[in-house]
């Protein structure tokens, strides 16, 4: 049967009101990039503590991850808060120990994101034990960082979940990661050398789940030789231990 030019401008004026009524053509979604902010944060000279644990309060409260410039930043201790997210160029974004406790310090927090960053302790003391310490965390990340040069321990998490993957740990002087009592942890392809105790010990201080997976270690040892009259180089190795 013919369809006749009345029948088409009704059909059409049909299509209008479909459309008007609510049809809508499917669009592809596009992935849009996460803001981020310096937050005013550039490489000085001088101790940038204060600017640094600023800006890491607003990544926090905002939301918008700080992202750390290229450069050597000279810094004493930073707390980060719940939701705090760090981002920096891996191997150029140094944050560079000049004392008083952990470099960086996390506690009763959750969905912690450092990535790109490199903690320097230049073999200095530390009153805390570590360069970063975290208790009682859930969710941090840890990727594509350095944490190089401690006199003490690299990492030290009492009550962690979470993932440290992709890192470099490395002229340590006890364990380069100790892990107490997790709550779910990976640690993957990380490289761990240079430690005057273990590279890795994971452990627990009474029975209970931990879940903790260790996956490919690239391993070595070789201290300077500048070290070598104060301590004997010892295999980076991986130890766990109970109660379990």
């Known amino acids: ?22 049809f809508r053509p499917v669009r592809a979604q596009r992935n849009i990039a996460q803001p981020f902010s310096t937050y005013g944060v550039v490489p000085r000279a001088g101790d940038q ?9 607003q990544a926090a409260e905002s939301g918008t991850p700080f992202f750390l410039p290229p450069g050597n930043y000279m810094s004493g201790k930073l707390e980060l808060k719940s939701g705090t997210q760090i981002q920096g160029v891996p191997g150029k974004s140094v944050l560079c120990y000049t004392g008083g406790g952990a470099l960086i310090s996390i506690e009763n927090a959750s969905d912690i994101r450092l990535t790109g960053l490199t903690l320097e302790g230049e073999a200095k003391p530390i009153d805390s034990g570590a360069l970063l310490i975290a208790e009682s965390v859930k969710g941090l ?6 944490v190089i040069g401690s006199a003490e321990h690299g ?14 740990i490395g002229l340590i002087g006890e364990s380069g990661l100790f892990s107490q009592d997790a709550a779910g942890l ?12 273990n590279g890795i010990l994971v452990c627990r201080s009474e029975v209970g789940e931990d879940a903790t997976m260790v996956i490919r270690i690239a391993s070595s040892a070789s201290w300077p030789r500048a070290a070598a009259a104060e301590r004997t180089a010892t295999p980076s190795t991986c130890f766990v231990r109970g109660p379990y």
């Open 49 to 57: 503590t204060a600017a640094l644990q600023d800006a890491a309060d």
């Open 155 to 168: 990492i030290v998490l009492h009550e962690v979940s979470g993932r440290i993957t992709d890192c470099e």
């Open 186 to 197: 990976e640690i993957a392809h990380n490289h761990v050398h240079d430690c005057g105790a």
């Open 1 to 22: 049967m013919a369809v006749g030019r009345r029948e088409l401008m009704l059909g059409t004026l049909g299509m209008g009101l479909a459309l008007a009524a609510g």
């Open 141 to 146: 990340t840890l990727s594509d960082c350095r």
